[in-house]
Structure formats: structure tokens, C-alpha cells
């Protein structure tokens, strides 16, 4: 089960940090890569289990690559180029990324494939992807939308109008992909959320028109043209960079520099959630990369963290640091209110559940419902007591965010399934260590 303790709080530091390729850039500009009929190149990329699984699903599909210790080369084949042999089964293991949005590329496969994926990604829900896929001639056949999922692709896809209403970027992307495959136009009405995929669209010089609207994206894709190459210097995670920067500002008289962090503005609400908690937080070296903005981040300690009533609108630009927003409530003067956040309970664990198991180990009071929690703030808290972690469906953001959680508020900590990061981010105990914090 891959233990680890924590016993002391981590003492104050000053450093600087580099940190691994963004996960859902590097998956992004995988398939995209695919697809082109040319050789393209990325350094940087994350090889996490996610980025590593991708690779292996494009190589069965009759991809080549070729990976080096500092860059990563796809002869992509083509749109609707794959090859492969009957009967193909491809593994996502933990990445619900990479199986959402493979299922676009597949929409066209010419023999049946089957798509699995790890305990944890067979629980999640796969058929807010297969009813747009569906649409376009696909068929699917799962046991009521979960994994494993039979795909048998159609000769003569359709064009689609689709309105997307769960704000899941997943789902959108997956779209996109199929429709680069279809001729005609295909409309998208998609609820805000991450736009990676847009912005390699541009850059890609696809055709691709988006409207944007108050609470919605109108984008429409026409199908059917070259992909070109994609050569791409992936930036950081603003995802992993999180554990740092909450580390960095709850922790005593320290300060953090981390370099080339992606604060695309649709992954940027938990800076703009902690800077409204009171946080420092600065961007150095603001630039853009390939339609994306980069900057280094400049983070010292804050006290006197402010509660806050975290507006909704902020959710989808920060769902995956919620977690990591807890704890720095938990340290708040006053009640923090989150809500409307019944999706964090569709990530690999019930993660709305796991941020308040966490919290009552830890003595916070908090209330919870099905898609909100509240939690009382205690800016003098400190742990003696001892707290275990396990059984949480080895989710890397759980075991992260708990690591966090020991070297900030103290206690003896011991917490399950190290190897949960290699997920996500394979280095980030080697680089919590190289910030000073002692690990057993």
C-alpha cells in the first residue's frame, strides 16, 4: 500500500521550483499530434501515467513515437488514419481526460474497439460523452454508460448541433476531435470551461469560429481539413504548481518562485480565489505561448487568511483545487462557504466527500451536503493528534492535498498509495522534500 508519515511541520524556506508539463496540454497535444500527417515534437511533456497511457493507446493504434529523455516525437497518421488490428482493446487506466476525449477520435474507427480503464474510471460516468458521440453515426455499447465501453465507428459521420451543459471541458474536447473528422459544420453550445483545446484549434489554423456569450460558448467546427505539425514547449500545471502555492502561503515566513506556470484564464480561479482570501501572489514574466499565457509566480507567506463565500461562477476554473481551497478555509477567520460543487464528487474519487473526511480528521468543523460545505476557520489550529488516510480510490489529488494538510497543520500523519501521484505528477514528493519538508 506504499505508506508514507509525515511527524513535523515543514520549516520556512525560499526557493525556486520548475514543475512538469501541463497534464491536459500534454494529453491535448498527444491526440492532436496523431492526427497530423506529420512529425511533431513537444518538450516537457508530463510522463505521468495519464501522458504515458495516452502514448501506449496512439502506439496500438498504429501511432509512431519515440520518447527521449527531453522531448517526445509523434509521426502522427493522419485524420481517420489509424491502424490497427481486430479486437483492439485500449487501456485509460486512471485518466478520464484521455478516455473522454480518445472517444472523439474514435467515432470513426473502421472495426470495433473496446475502451477500459482502472477501478476508479469504471465508476465515473461515460454517457454524457456517448450521447453527443452518438449523434454523429457512432455506436457504443456500455453497461449504462460506464466502462468498459464497445466503440464501433461510422463510415459517414454527420455534422452535429450539441449543447453542452456541464461545463466539462472533457466533453467538449471530445466533440471537437470528432468533428474535425466530419464533413459539414458541427455547432457546439458549450457552458464555460477550459479552452486548451480551443486555443490549439487556433493555433493549428483549423477552422474553428467561437462565439462568446455571458454564460456560454457558441463554437462551430468545420471538418475535414490537414492537421498540421505541432511542435510544443509544454508549460507547467497551474494544477501542481497548486500544492505548492497553498504550501507556500500557509506555511511560516516563506517564499516560492515557480517558473513558465500556464495561468490560462479559464485554470486561473484558485489564484483569483486566494488572492479574495488575502493571499500574496504575484506574476512575473507575463507572456504568451502558442494562444496560452505564461508567467512566473511569485507566492510568500500570508497571514490572516480571510473567510470567504466562494462565488460559483469560479468553480469550473478551479475544480480541481478545491481540496487544496479547503484547507487554506480551514485556516481562515470566519465560516468559508463552497457550493454548487456536486461535479467534485464525478472526479476520480467523491472528492466533495473527501475534503470534508479530511477536515474532520484534522478537528475542523464543517457542514456538508451533496454539492456544498461549509467550514469554520481556525487560524491557530494545530494537530497533535495522530491521522490516518486510506481507501480513497488512490486519488493523487487526495493523497496530495493530505501531504499538504501534514506539513502545514502538524500531527502524525500517515497516508496510503504514495504511488497515487504517478498519476498526475510523478515528482511531487522529490520536490516537496527539496523544499525542506522530512518524509518517511
Avoid at 509523434?74 to 480518445?102: C, E, H, P
Avoid at 469504471?122 to 466502462?147: M, Q, V
Avoid at 508549460?235 to 506556470?261: G, Y
Avoid at 470566519?334 to 478537528?363: A, D, H, Q
Wanted: charged letters at 25%.
Amino acid at each position: 500500500m506504499h505508506l508514507i508519515k509525515i511527524r513535523n511541520n515543514i520549516k520556512r524556506f525560499n526557493k525556486v521550483l520548475s514543475i512538469e508539463g501541463d497534464k491536459s496540454l500534454s494529453i491535448r497535444w498527444a491526440l492532436l499530434a496523431s492526427q497530423s500527417k506529420s512529425k511533431s515534437r513537444s518538450v516537457n511533456l508530463l510522463f505521468s501515467e495519464d501522458v504515458i497511457n495516452t502514448l501506449k493507446c496512439l502506439r496500438k493504434l498504429g501511432v509512431k513515437i519515440k520518447i527521449s529523455k527531453n522531448f517526445c516525437e509523434i509521426n502522427g497518421v493522419g485524420l481517420n488514419g489509424f491502424n490497427y488490428k481486430k479486437n483492439l482493446t485500449l487501456d485509460a487506466g486512471n485518466s478520464g481526460t484521455l478516455g473522454r476525449l480518445i472517444m472523439g477520435l474514435l467515432t470513426h474507427s473502421k472495426n470495433t474497439i473496446s475502451l477500459k480503464g482502472d477501478k476508479s474510471l469504471s465508476k465515473r460516468d461515460f454517457l454524457r460523452i456517448i450521447k453527443p458521440l452518438r449523434k454523429f453515426g457512432a455506436d457504443f455499447k456500455s453497461n449504462f454508460g460506464k466502462l468498459p465501453i464497445k466503440i464501433k465507428g461510422t463510415n459517414n459521420p454527420i455534422p452535429i448541433v450539441y449543447n453542452e451543459t456541464k461545463g466539462s471541458a472533457q466533453v467538449k474536447s471530445s466533440v471537437m476531435l470528432a468533428a474535425l473528422n466530419t464533413d459539414g459544420e458541427t455547432i457546439i453550445k458549450a457552458k464555460k470551461s477550459r479552452n486548451h483545446s480551443e486555443l490549439l484549434f487556433k493555433h493549428l489554423k483549423l477552422p474553428i469560429k467561437i462565439e462568446r456569450k455571458k454564460n456560454y460558448d457558441l463554437i462551430k467546427i468545420r471538418g475535414k481539413k490537414r492537421i498540421p505539425s505541432l511542435n510544443y514547449k509544454i508549460p507547467s500545471d497551474i494544477s501542481s504548481c497548486a500544492f505548492f502555492i497553498v504550501l507556500t502561503i500557509l506555511s511560516k515566513n516563506s517564499k516560492l518562485k515557480i517558473r513558465n506556470v500556464n495561468i490560462n484564464p479559464t485554470r486561473v480561479g484558485i489564484l483569483q480565489i486566494l488572492k479574495m482570501m488575502g493571499a500574496k501572489i504575484k506574476k512575473e514574466n507575463l507572456r504568451k505561448y502558442k494562444g496560452e499565457n505564461i508567467a512566473d509566480l511569485i507566492i510568500k507567506s500570508t497571514t490572516n487568511i480571510k473567510a470567504i463565500n466562494c462565488p460559483s461562477k469560479l468553480n469550473s476554473s478551479a475544480i480541481d483545487e478545491f481540496l487544496l481551497l479547503f484547507l487554506v478555509a480551514a485556516k481562515a477567520k470566519g465560516v468559508s462557504y463552497f457550493k454548487n460543487l456536486s461535479e467534485l464528487n464525478e472526479k476520480e474519487s467523491p472528492r466533495l466527500k473527501w475534503g470534508s473526511k479530511i477536515l474532520n480528521k484534522m478537528g475542523v468543523r464543517n457542514i456538508l451536503t451533496n454539492k456544498s460545505i461549509k467550514i469554520y476557520g481556525n487560524p491557530n489550529l494545530e494537530i497533535k493528534k495522530k491521522i490516518i488516510i486510506k481507501n480513497f480510490l488512490k486519488d493523487h489529488r487526495v493523497f496530495m492535498t493530505s501531504v499538504i494538510a501534514a506539513l502545514i497543520f502538524g500531527g502524525h500523519w500517515s497516508i496510503a498509495n504514495k504511488e497515487a501521484i504517478n498519476t498526475s505528477f510523478p515528482s511531487f514528493l522529490k520536490k516537496i522534500k527539496y523544499l525542506g519538508a522530512k518524509i518517511y
